[in-house]
């Protein structure tokens, strides 16, 4: 019996999942996540690169040499978007989160002067299709005008037929 020869496309596959595999544990160990981080590093890398290994034709130095290459380059470029990702955070914080609140903060006071414009209107200054001015204390008036209201916004309501 002689031994099959290595398939250079798995041999591809494998190298992808095998980077895949040291990105993603690298990265839920810098957000904290250990657990699924040594998960990861003690168990299906392991494997993958046990995988890869018999796949791939080259020799075993070579292999070593490829795996310790994209260590330190995963790495590198681990910690570049880590680092873009915390400047960009800062700029946010810095920047436009400031400017958001401003302009939320212009429009509420805004509304609120409108609402406080039309309130303070006299009574026979009110729009035209206004609700009319009801006490506060006047039950049966509020729901007179609330149910006016709600037929000028949505048209009459059905009248129930009992028999």
């Known amino acids: 019996m002689h031994d099959q020869m290595p398939d250079p496309k798995s041999s591809q596959v494998l190298w992808a999942q095998l980077v895949a595999d040291y990105r993603q544990a ?3 160990r810098r957000d904290g996540r250990d657990e699924e981080s040594r998960g990861i590093f ?5 494997q993958t690169i046990a995988l890869w290994s018999r796949e791939d034709s080259r020799p075993a130095a070579a292999k070593k040499a490829a795996l310790e290459s994209m260590f330190t380059s995963e790495q590198t470029s681990i910690d570049s978007w880590l680092f873009a990702h915390q400047a960009l955070t800062h ?6 989160i400031p400017v958001i609140r401003q ?3 212009e429009e509420v006071r805004g509304a609120f002067a409108k609402q406080a414009n039309a309130q303070s209107e006299p009574h026979g200054a009110a729009h035209a299709g206004s609700a009319p001015r009801v006490q506060f204390d006047d039950i049966p008036g509020v729901i007179d005008t609330l149910l006016a209201q709600q037929a000028a916004d949505y048209g009459a309501r059905p009248t129930l037929a009992y028999s």
């Open 42 to 46: 003690s168990v299906r890398l392991p």
């Open 103 to 105: 302009q939320i903060g």
């Open 91 to 96: 700029r946010m914080v810095d920047t436009l």
């Open 26 to 28: 690298c990265l839920l």
